[in-house]
C-alpha cells in the first residue's frame, strides 16, 4: 500500500493520497486548498483515483473536490447527510473497496452531523473528530458537545488499538499516532460521564 500525506492549505490541512500500489487504485481523503502537490503525485505515481473521502463536508476538507475530479474521474464519497456533491453516500458501518484497498464508514457526528471516519488497512482517517493529542472543535455551526462525547467514548475508544491515526489536521506534537497512544495521553478521551465531559468541553 502507497500512503502519501500532505500539509497543505492555510490551516495546515491534511490530504492523504492512498493506493494498492504503483499504477493501482487509490483513493484521496480530504483535498484541502492548494491541491497541486497531490495532483503532481497522482500523475508520479501513475495512480487511479477511483474516489474521494470527505470526512466531513467543511470548506478546508473538500476545497479540492472539483480539481480532483475534473483530473481523475473520482467519485466523491461522503456521509449521506453532508450538505456536498454525492456520488456515493455512506453511513455508519458501511463499507467499500478501491482496487484491493478495502474502506469500512464509522459515522462520528460532534464537530458536524456528517463526520465519518474511514478505517483501511491498519488505518483510520479522522478529520476533525480526532486529532494527535485533542479533538475538534463542537461550537461550529452542525457541532453537537454531547454527540461528541458518544463519538469519541463510545466509538473512537472502541476502535483497535493498533490503528494508526491520519488526523484532518497537522495540530499535535507528531503528524500520526494511533488509537492505543491516544487513548492512553489524549485528554479528550479520558474516562468522563456525558456530564463531566460536557462541563470539560464547556471549560
Known amino acids: 500500500m502507497i500512503l502519501d ?8 490541512n491534511f490530504t492523504y493520497l492512498v493506493a494498492d500500489g504503483e499504477g493501482g487504485d487509490a483513493v484521496v481523503i480530504d483535498p484541502s ?40 474521474g473520482a467519485k466523491v464519497v ?8 454525492q ?3 455512506v453511513g455508519d458501518g ?23 471516519l474511514y478505517v483501511f488497512e491498519g488505518h483510520v482517517a479522522t478529520g476533525d473528530t480526532l486529532f494527535v493529542g485533542e479533538c ?14 458518544d463519538s469519541l467514548l463510545h466509538r473512537v475508544v472502541a476502535l483497535d488499538d493498533a490503528l494508526v491515526v ?4 497537522d495540530y499535535g506534537s507528531t503528524p500520526t ?6 487513548k492512553a495521553e489524549n485528554y479528550t478521551l479520558q474516562p468522563r460521564t456525558r456530564e463531566e465531559f460536557l462541563r470539560f468541553l464547556a471549560e
Open 5 to 12: 500525506q500532505f500539509r497543505i492549505g492555510p490551516l495546515l
Open 33 to 72: 486548498f492548494g491541491i497541486d502537490p497531490v495532483l503532481a503525485q497522482i500523475d508520479e505515481r501513475r495512480v487511479h483515483v477511483r474516489y474521494i473521502l470527505n470526512t466531513h463536508s467543511h470548506t478546508d476538507h473538500v476545497a479540492g473536490n472539483q480539481d480532483v475530479r475534473q483530473r481523475t
Open 94 to 116: 458501511d463499507s467499500f473497496h478501491a482496487g484491493r484497498l478495502a474502506f469500512s464508514v464509522v459515522h462520528t457526528p460532534g464537530h458536524t452531523k456528517d463526520s465519518v
Open 166 to 169: 491520519l488526523p484532518g489536521h
Open 78 to 85: 461522503a456521509h449521506r447527510v453532508a450538505p456536498l456533491h
Open 87 to 89: 456520488d456515493l453516500s
Open 136 to 149: 475538534g472543535r463542537t461550537d461550529l455551526p452542525g457541532g453537537d458537545p454531547s454527540e461528541m462525547y
Open 177 to 182: 499516532s494511533t488509537i492505543g497512544r491516544e
